[in-house]
């Protein structure tokens, strides 16, 4: 079964025990909303990198991708607005002393609200039974419209307030719906205030002449700034892409949900550049496509949804997220945004440079419109993670722990096991190894019983596990166990990359998305 919201104390402990994740410095007792990523963990996040680059860049031939530096020349985030409007709201609770973002209590309210949505779609599907139509029913019950009603009310408001910088009528709109602290309990709030997000930092040696620097709170500029550099070094012709994966840091006010929401996080970012008129196109063409990257992966499609943004950042005319369904509920996992000229132009008047290209087929010279795709790489790596743990009950009264990674992003995809460490089995599995090590990333392991060493793999989602036995000696045969099925059978040593990589070469998967 699935872990649910109670259980995810279990995904951090289990990310931790099998090397996954770790607190950063943690002899130091942590630091907070910074995490590592331990043998494991870094093996996996490499994984679904290169998925992400080989479905936008390598099978993409208008896509390429670069690497620019964190730092960047202050007026860079002048011009992206990212000095003047990278802010978040936030409220002190008086009595708790806790800080929160003001626009995620008032989100919270509303989530609240969806949930009384299911549960009475769960009440009347049992009382309908067979008959139970839920379209009709959420389109026509009384109570579920007004909760749906009020829902689009608050988080309408709430955006035009955000949008106009009222921050009293947020504060407000916290009073009147009487959100009380999760810690305190109490509505004794303060004002609403905005918090810029960069981290600052001084690049120079001496304390008069050196520079004040942001780190990067985004790659994307990174993009923008290169964008004549690629399209003339790339005879780049419109439409095009530039993606690059990379670190970007937020100086989060409410960090919590462990890898979700960290103060240093990674990003995979590309940015599409197209010919102004055709964004709404490109858009559409982005989400889906996006969208089908993501389904390729067999979390399930029940766990993703798209939201249209109803406040539109200052850079952009259109604006969705990809949701998946974390163990906390559906939350942001992509953002796929229609920046329009925002950015182009913006560094044009910065910087004094001509950010444009010229369209041999409209005869014209113009700055590209943008459509970006933006996907967090930890959040990615929260999803597939908290998705595959679960823990299942056999037939014989036990039960196992097993991570259920998709095979293409599991950091081993088979572990050689020689079932007992005499008679020449360590020196077979090794020549497995020393085979197979070419194509896949092969662990080898002769400690304890067979049955515990199965259920290690299981634990670190090994999609196999390959036993070398005594009549492996004499007929050059296995075992192939299975992780999800736990079927073992027998099968010639000589057929076990082909067998193996049916399942976990990248290309089979990739295939899906087209
Ligand atoms: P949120 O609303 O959750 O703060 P955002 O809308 O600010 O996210 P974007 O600026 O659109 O996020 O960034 C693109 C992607 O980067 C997000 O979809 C998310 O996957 C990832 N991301 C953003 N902030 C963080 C963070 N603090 N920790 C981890 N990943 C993040």
Redesign the pocket.
């Known amino acids: 079964m699935a872990l649910n919201e109670d259980d995810f104390k279990k995904v951090i402990a289990h990310a931790k025990e099998y090397g996954f994740v770790f607190p950063s410095s943690e002899i130091y007792d942590g630091l907070s909303a910074v995490y590592d990523y331990g043998q494991q963990g870094a093996a996996l996040k490499n994984n679904i990198k290169e998925y992400w680059w080989k479905a936008m860049v390598q099978l993409h031939d208008n896509i390429v991708g670069i690497d620019s530096a964190i730092f960047m020349h202050p007026t860079t985030w002048k011009a992206s607005g990212h000095v003047d409007a990278f802010n978040d709201p936030l409220i002190d609770n008086k009595d708790s002393k806790k800080r929160y973002r003001a626009d995620v209590l008032i989100e919270d309210y509303v989530a609240k609200l969806e949930a009384k949505i299911d549960k009475e779609v769960e009440k009347a599907a049992k009382r309908f039974g067979e008959s139970f139509d839920k379209e009709q029913f959420l389109s026509t019950n009384a109570r579920v419209l007004e909760y749906q009603q009020q829902g689009q009310s608050i988080l309408q408001r709430m955006g035009a307030s955000l949008s106009s910088e009222n921050l009293a009528d947020v504060k407000a709109l916290i009073e009147e719906l009487e959100i009380v602290c999760p810690v305190s309990g109490s509505k004794n709030w303060t004002d609403v205030k905005q918090f810029n997000l960069m981290f600052g930092t001084k690049l120079g040696a001496s304390a008069d002449s050196a520079m004040d620097l942001y780190l990067r709170p985004?790659t994307a500029q990174g993009i923008f700034v290169n964008f004549l550099n690629v399209q003339k070094t790339g005879r780049m012709k419109i439409p095009f892409g530039i993606a690059q994966i990379g670190k970007?840091f937020?100086n989060?006010i409410v960090?919590r949900q462990f890898?979700?929401?960290?103060?240093e996080?990674e990003?995979m970012e590309m940015q599409f550049f197209i010919a102004p008129g055709t964004q709404q196109t490109w858009y559409e063409h982005w989400k889906e496509q996006r969208m089908k990257w993501h389904l390729s992966l067999g979390l399930g499609a029940n766990n993703y949804r798209f939201h249209d943004h109803e406040k539109l950042a200052h850079y952009a005319d259109a604006a969705a997220?990809i949701e998946f369904k974390f163990p906390f509920g559906f939350?942001?996992?992509?953002?796929i945004?229609s920046r329009t000229d925002f950015d182009l132009g913006s560094h044009e008047k910065f910087s004094g440079k001509k950010l444009q290209y010229f369209d041999h087929e409209r005869n014209e010279s113009y700055v590209p419109y943008v459509v970006e795709t933006?996907?967090?790489v930890?959040?990615m790596f929260l999803a597939v993670f908290s998705n595959a743990l679960c823990e299942e009950q056999l037939d014989n009264d036990t039960t196992r722990t097993v991570l259920r990674l998709p095979a293409v992003l599991a950091p081993t995809k088979a572990a050689i096991l020689p079932l007992v460490k005499k008679d020449g089995l360590p020196e077979m599995a090794q020549e497995i190894v020393d085979q197979l090590k070419w194509e896949f990333a092969v662990a080898y392991d002769e400690k304890d019983a067979v049955g515990r060493r199965y259920r290690r793999q299981d634990a670190l989602g090994t999609p196999f596990c390959i036993t070398v036995d005594h009549q492996s000696l004499e007929d050059r045969t296995v075992t192939l166990r299975h992780r999800d099925s736990m079927e073992q059978t027998r099968v010639a040593i000589q057929d076990l990359s082909q067998l193996i990589g049916a399942e976990v070469n990248m290309q089979h998967w990739l295939q899906k998305i087209q």
């Open positions: 985004e970007a937020r989060e960090a890898i979700f929401r960290q103060r996080f990003q997220d939350k942001e996992l992509e953002g945004h933006s996907v967090g930890d959040r």
